[in-house]
């Protein structure tokens, strides 16, 4: 029989899957619309879909922000070192959830091209930088790095949370799973 574990919410596991499999697409279509593709009005619809969903992560950060207010399940017995590298990975995804739509906005006001950002075809969203050919590539950077720090922070949730399953046995994927 298996040990009963303390589950999050329903609304917060389908938030947390759902920011998962935006942020996957989101870093999935980033590296082909800048490594890959070519078409130039396939990539411009990639572009806006890529600002609009990346917009969408940072308003469900927000709602993910106010839902860790709410009492969520005490935390499983780990160790201190664990508890430690659970709560820096997590202070780094919100972290990179922020800065990564930041960034990109920025980065899309700034590029010399000046294509407004309309997310979901809805508004334009006002450029908060105006148009800098210069500062467009600084922040073209920034994006990048962060994007493949993002990559690289969930490589390290995934090994962690396979580590709990399949050696621990503590049943951590229960908590955030269905």
Known sequence: MKAQVPSWSLPLRLLHWLMAALLVALLAVGWWMTHVHRDLGTTFALYQWHKSYGLLVLALLVLRLLARLAPHPPPLEHSRLERGAARTAHLGFYALMLALPA?????????????PTRPFELFT??????????????????????????????????????????????????????
């Open 103 to 115: 960034s990109g906005w920025l980065m899309a006001a700034a590029s010399p091209l000046a294509l």
């Open 125 to 178: 969203l006002p450029a908060p930088v105006a148009p800098d050919a210069a500062l467009f590539e600084r922040l073209q950077l920034l994006h990048e790095v962060l994007a493949y720090a993002l990559l690289g922070l969930i490589v390290l949730h995934v090994l962690a949370t396979l580590k709990h399953q399949l050696v621990d046995h503590d049943g951590i994927l229960r908590r955030i799973g269905f």
